[in-house]
């Protein structure tokens, strides 16, 4: 699949753990109770050290700090492993993403200092950021951004548009623009895809009980283009063809870049690390039909256990991911996350366009 002399860029999830609950965030349900079959697990300092040798770090063009379950700014060690990245390469792309409603002004002047950027998630104003981001408070999240941006840092607003902020776009890029951000992205979320069509999702609060419901933008230039030709071949019954035939462009081979997950597991990238989906019992998620051939299970992806080089040099890099590529259907081991996220209808690069400040 690709060489371990080869790696240029990381993503690291830092941790599972967030203060927030966002609706279409698997770390938990509908943005109510969390996740029950996702495992609290959190990399510190020692474990970033061990996991990632100093050339491998100094070879590196970029590192970003996001990940599938959790937000880094929650972690004891993200400021600490920031500055011992940057201490290690004093020039490659250092990023972060994250809701940035809590922690100290002093944590976000220290990242400052050592990031290259800090995406804010900040989908809407005062009155509905927090429709999306369940737990956040909007003082707070201004806090940081004056802490981190009057330290000098690049700020950047990622602001996914729903119907309930579609009407908010221009207030909230003007603000971004007086506050003294950098770069202001729509997001136009993936997550409305289903098999059978774009939908709405109930959100939940945490007893189960339903709440409101979040709904796509109207306005069709804020839907994600890949996601309504998906739909499209949905209704017609062609999902299953797609599936089967779609061409597949692995994304983490392209960009030499590997995930490297809160546990510690290795893996190409982020979609191929979910293995904790809500609402399926652990282990029945597909990757785990790979992850259990393997000679430790998921202990021979964990980077504090086995070197990355090996892990990459192994049977799960060079041959069961690959080798799900050429399979005819998702039943007999096509990799439904390489089909979602590298097929034909991308609809991950559909998300961003240029950035509007
Ligand atoms: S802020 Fe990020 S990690 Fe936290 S719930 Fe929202 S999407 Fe998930
Ligand atoms: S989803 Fe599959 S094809 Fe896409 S980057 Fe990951 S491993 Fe590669």
């Not at 700090?65 to 500055?83: H, Q, R, S, W």
């Not at 221009?170 to 069509?197: C, H, M, N, Q």
Request: hydrophobic share 35%; aromatic share 10%.
């Amino acid at each position: 699949m690709y060489r371990y002399e080869d790696i240029r860029e990381v993503h690291l999830e830092v941790t599972t753990r967030c203060n927030a609950a966002c609706p279409q965030c698997p770390r938990n349900l509908s943005g109510g109770a969390v996740n029950p079959g996702l495992p609290v697990a959190e990399l510190g300092l020692d474990d970033v050290r061990r996991i990632f040798p100093s050339e491998l770090v100094k070879r590196l063009r970029k590192l970003y700090a996001c990940g599938n379950y959790g937000d880094p700014m929650v972690a004891k060690d993200t400021l600490a492993i920031f500055e011992h990245l940057r201490g290690e390469n004093g020039v490659m792309e250092l990023g972060m993403f994250t809701n940035g409603s809590g922690r100290t002004a002093t944590f976000w002047q220290g990242l400052a200092k050592v990031t290259s950027y800090v995406r804010f998630s900040i989908d809407g104003l005062e009155d509905t950021n927090h429709l999306y981001r369940r737990g956040t408070q909007w003082d707070r999240i201004m806090e940081s951004v004056e802490a981190f941006i009057g330290a000098g840092g690049r700020a950047e607003w990622d602001f996914i548009v729903f119907k309930h902020n579609e009407h908010q776009l221009d207030a909230a890029r003007a603000l971004a623009e007086k506050l003294g951000f950098k770069r202001f992205f729509l997001k136009k979320t993936s997550r409305f895809f289903s098999a059978g069509g774009v939908s709405g999702r109930q959100v939940l609060e945490r007893d189960g009980g339903p709440s409101y419901m979040i709904e796509e933008p109207q306005n069709p230039l804020f839907r994600n283009a890949a996601v309504v030709r998906l739909a499209q071949v949905g209704q017609g019954g062609g999902f299953g063809d797609y599936q089967a035939e779609t061409e597949i462009s692995c994304k983490a081979a392209q960009h030499s870049r590997l995930y490297v997950s809160a546990e510690g597991l290795v893996f190409p990238c982020c979609w191929t690390g979910a293995l904790y989906p809500p609402g399926k019992p652990v282990g029945k998620a597909q990757m785990w039909d790979l992850v259990r051939r393997l000679p430790d299970g998921k202990d021979s992806l964990d980077a504090r256990r086995s070197s990355i080089r090996e892990i990459v040099e192994g049977p799960f890099f060079q041959e069961l991911v690959p080798g799900g590529w050429p399979k005819r259907s998702v039943k007999d081991g096509r990799l439904e996350p390489c089909v979602r996220a590298c097929g034909g209808h991308d609809t991950h690069a559909a998300q961003y366009g240029a950035s509007l400040l």
